[in-house]
């Protein structure tokens, strides 16, 4: 019962924070003239501030004493928070360059990417399905190498900063908020330091556009903050493979707000390249639809087993104890006949 429990409360986390991550494009244009690197400053520095106080509010201090007796997880850490930075550092730039569509291939990508990584680094091995899926893909960063002139190399970098960045946080194993605020520690001074130097320079825009752009600045830590904590609460409740169908989610607002909203072009190679990284992704979904059906199936039929084997188990000593009680019963002396009196 614990279990689905869990496993609910991860399925909402992973769509909020897919949710808002899908909308978030609607939110950096406003922060214009900041630049992407600022607002990735502010990013990190405000989010820390939002995080410290999530923490002072539920009192949830304990993992931090643990936490600075493992190095190898604080380098993993420190390794999380430089590849989330670039991810969100790239996406502000894409969006604010007005290549929305291009920034949500790189999340449309992003499962297969995951794949790949899992073949190259940890050695696993795919199923037909799951190889089917990432060449049709292959085909079609290169259909769109064509269309665009040259590789997609921010979808590239997009995916695969974003993967492994998934694949850092399984490996630490640290509650969302944690390991935010972990994150957003590695980076505070850095990013701090920069907005000082800017402010110095005067090429600051903290201040100089007005209170309105000034509150748009600092929310960066929430609307940031927020999804990664959903995020690394979800990615620590449910497997991988449910974590990759929800992040579907994202890039599917991403492309339609790059249309519809941001009124992106689409030429025709360009949906010719989308339509294959389309069918890549059904492909995979449907293989690990199926999957998961035939798991549960099977594990369906061991627990059967294991009961009709404990059932057996039960009756087995009731029915040697009847066994030995007639073989008793066959051992036992039979009274002779009484003698006929003379």
Same mark, same amino acid.
């Given at each position: @019962?614990?279990? $689905?429990? !869990?496993?609910?409360?991860?399925?909402?986390?992973?769509?909020?924070?897919?949710?808002?991550?899908?909308?978030?494009?609607? *939110?950096? +244009?406003?922060?214009?003239?900041?630049?992407?690197?600022?607002?990735?400053?502010?990013? @990190?520095?405000?989010?820390?501030?939002?995080?410290?106080?999530?923490?002072?509010?539920?009192?949830?201090?304990?993992?931090?004493?643990?936490? @600075?007796?493992?190095?190898? %997880?604080?380098?993993?850490?420190?390794?999380?928070?430089?590849?989330?930075?670039?991810?969100?550092?790239?996406?502000?730039?894409?969006?604010?360059? $007005?290549?929305?569509?291009?920034?949500?291939?790189?999340?449309?990508?992003?499962?297969? /990417?995951?794949?790949?990584?899992?073949?190259?680094?940890?050695? !696993?091995?795919?199923?037909?399905?799951?190889?089917?899926?990432?060449?049709?893909?292959?085909?079609?960063?290169?259909?769109?190498?064509?269309?665009?002139?040259?590789? +997609?190399?921010?979808?590239?970098?997009?995916? *695969?900063?974003?993967?492994?960045?998934?694949?850092? &946080?399984? &490996?630490?194993?640290?509650?969302?908020?944690?390991?935010?605020?972990?994150?957003?520690?590695?980076?505070?001074?850095?990013?701090?330091?920069?907005?000082?130097?800017?402010?110095?320079?005067?090429?600051?825009?903290?201040?100089?556009?007005?209170?309105?752009? @000034?509150?748009?600045?600092?929310?960066?830590?929430?609307?940031?903050?927020? +999804?990664?904590?959903?995020?690394?609460?979800?990615?620590?409740?449910?497997?991988?493979?449910?974590?990759?169908?929800?992040?579907?989610?994202?890039?599917?607002?991403?492309?339609?707000?790059?249309?519809?909203?941001?009124?992106?072009?689409?030429?025709?190679?360009?949906?010719?390249?989308?339509?294959? /990284?389309?069918?890549?992704?059904?492909?995979?979904?449907? $293989?690990?639809?199926?999957?998961?059906?035939?798991?549960?199936?099977?594990?369906?039929?061991?627990?059967?087993?294991?009961?009709?084997?404990?059932?057996?188990? !039960? %009756?087995?000593?009731?029915?040697?104890? $009847?066994?030995?009680?007639?073989?008793?019963?066959?051992?036992?002396?039979?009274?002779?006949?009484?003698? +006929?009196?003379?």
């Amino acid at each position: @019962m614990k279990a $689905d429990s !869990e496993q609910r409360s991860g399925l909402l986390y992973g769509i909020g924070a897919y949710g808002m991550w899908g909308l978030v494009p609607l *939110f950096w +244009p406003l922060l214009e003239p900041a630049g992407a690197t600022e607002i990735l400053a502010h990013r @990190m520095v405000w989010s820390l501030g939002v995080v410290v106080i999530w923490l002072l509010a539920l009192r949830q201090w304990g993992w931090v004493t643990r936490l @600075m007796r493992e190095p190898r %997880k604080l380098g993993l850490i420190a390794v999380a928070a430089v590849t989330i930075s670039l991810n969100w550092g790239f996406y502000i730039w894409a969006v604010n360059s $007005d290549r929305v569509v291009e920034a949500s291939l790189g999340y449309f990508i992003n499962p297969l /990417v995951t794949i790949a990584m899992g073949v190259l680094l940890l050695k !696993e091995r795919l199923r037909p399905a799951q190889w089917t899926a990432v060449l049709i893909a292959f085909a079609a960063v290169l259909v769109l190498a064509v269309g665009y002139g040259q590789p +997609p190399w921010i979808s590239l970098v997009l995916a *695969f900063s974003f993967a492994t960045y998934g694949l850092i &946080k399984k &490996k630490i194993n640290l509650g969302g908020l944690e390991s935010l605020a972990a994150e957003t520690a590695v980076l505070f001074l850095p990013a701090l330091g920069y907005l000082i130097w800017l402010g110095a320079t005067g090429s600051a825009t903290f201040g100089r556009e007005g209170g309105g752009h @000034m509150a748009l600045l600092a929310a960066t830590g929430v609307v940031t903050a927020l +999804p990664l904590v959903c995020f690394g609460a979800a990615a620590i409740r449910v497997p991988l493979s449910t974590l990759g169908l929800l992040q579907y989610l994202a890039p599917v607002f991403q492309f339609l707000l790059g249309v519809l909203y941001f009124h992106e072009a689409m030429p025709p190679e360009r949906w010719a390249g989308f339509s294959l /990284v389309w069918l890549a992704l059904a492909v995979l979904t449907w $293989d690990a639809l199926r999957n998961a059906r035939r798991t549960r199936s099977e594990a369906l039929r061991l627990a059967a087993a294991a009961a009709t084997a404990a059932a057996s188990a !039960e %009756k087995r000593p009731a029915r040697e104890r $009847d066994a030995g009680q007639e073989q008793g019963a066959a051992r036992e002396p039979s009274p002779s006949p009484r003698e +006929p009196a003379t």
